[in-house]
Structure formats: structure tokens, C-alpha cells
């Protein structure tokens, strides 16, 4: 399941976030502590989560503590789900 949601999130980052749709997003690239996504990104990345993925992140939640790879996203996203 991780799998699934790190490929949907791969995707959505890069292209909805980013703007750059070939890009690729690895399970463990550091995307914010390596200033991929900054905090102006954070929101954007936040919508994108949960109208594609139906669930809600708080505001506490956004920051590189709480996750900083697609892999640690991937497993708030399947924890907040269950």
C-alpha cells in the first residue's frame, strides 16, 4: 500500500507542486529539508493530498519533523487513513 500512495504523491509533487512533470521524486529524497518544497509549497502540497487522496493534514503535520521523504509521508497518509 506505501507503494501505491508513494507513486500517487511522487506524481502529484511533481507535477501539481512543482510544475515539473518529469521529474522524479525518490521514496527517501529529502523534499523539504533540501528545500524542494519550501513553505509556500507546504499548502499547495497539503490541497493536493487531500482531494487526491482523501484525507487531511494538519497544519502541525507540515513541517520536515513530522516527514521529509515521500516514504514518511506516505506512512502519515496510510496512518491518518485507517
Do not use: P
Not at 21 to 28: E, K, L, P
Not at 56 to 63: P, T
Request: hydrophobic share 50%; charged share 30%.
Amino acid at each position: 500500500m506505501h507503494e501505491e500512495i508513494i507513486e500517487k504523491l511522487a506524481g502529484l509533487i511533481a507535477k501539481e507542486v512543482l510544475h515539473e512533470s518529469g521529474r522524479v521524486i525518490n521514496a527517501d529524497d529529502k523534499i523539504i529539508s533540501s528545500g524542494m518544497i519550501d513553505s509556500f509549497n507546504l499548502v499547495d502540497l497539503a490541497l493536493c493530498i487531500e482531494s487526491a487522496l482523501g484525507v487531511r493534514l494538519e497544519d502541525v503535520d507540515l513541517n520536515a519533523d513530522r516527514f521529509d521523504t515521500l516514504a514518511e509521508l506516505a506512512s502519515l497518509i496510510a496512518e491518518r487513513k485507517a
